[in-house]
């Protein structure tokens, strides 16, 4: 890959191929380009990068959209939902089913079939911790805030049963993007305040590195 370029996109940074320069004021998509939008949650992708995704599929470009979490760990909205709180790992999942279902909706409405989705599954609320701790042998898994699972456990996602290790993070973005060969990826801006929006950029970044070498 050749060297790339940050552009800061509303909530979103984009990674071009191409030097380092300063930040051009319009993204401009080409005919030949490749489009990937990394969301740490669902409906980050929407507040995002919304209107790159319709002009990627009005000029039919190559896209694909990919969670890094199921947004699970929200008592909030649940709340919301339920009308009771958070009690059990059950009730998690079935929040972050919800959300899974919402953002399949989003794509939808943006015109983006499910066959360019994907959901990674990793703990909402934790992917950070799981950068800065979780790596290697000899260190476990990490146990998610209110689901108490080690790994992830929903039967759609992109592996399931991957365990909440910086390793498996890393595998998948980086066995993503070798197989789609992105030439902008769309991904949180490292300067956000939300944990998991700073984890995906890192991962992102080392796995480019990886894929670089």
């Known amino acids: 890959m050749a060297r790339l370029r940050l552009v800061a996109l509303g909530g979103l940074v984009l990674l071009q191929t191409g030097e380092l320069r300063q930040p051009p ?4 998509l080409e005919p030949t380009d490749r489009i990937l939008v990394l969301a740490p949650h669902p409906d980050d992708e929407v507040l995002g990068g919304a209107g790159v995704i319709q002009e990627a599929n009005r ?3 190559p896209l694909r959209i990919v969670w890094l979490t199921y947004g699970d760990n929200n008592e909030g909205a649940f709340l919301l939902y339920r009308h009771h709180p958070i009690l059990f790992p059950s009730a998690v999942r079935q929040m972050g089913a919800v959300r899974h279902d919402e953002a399949v909706a989003a794509a ?13 599954g990793y703990p909402d609320f ?9 790596w290697g042998e000899s260190r476990p898994a990490l146990r998610g805030m209110l689901s108490g699972a080690r790994a992830v456990p929903y039967n759609s996602a992109y592996r399931e049963g991957a365990p909440y290790k910086g390793e498996a993070i890393l595998h998948d973005l980086t066995t993503i ?3 789609f060969h992105p030439t902008k990826i769309l991904v949180s801006h490292p300067a956000d305040l939300n944990g998991d929006h700073q984890a995906l950029y890192l991962f992102t970044r080392v796995a480019l590195w990886q894929l670089n070498d």
């Open 126 to 134: 934790r992917t950070l911790q799981i950068w800065c701790s979780f």
């Open 177 to 179: 993007i070798r197989q």
């Open 25 to 28: 004021r319009e993204l401009r």
């Open 59 to 61: 000029l039919g470009l």
């Open 108 to 120: 939808q409405v943006l015109g983006v079939p499910t066959n360019r989705l994907a959901f990674l």
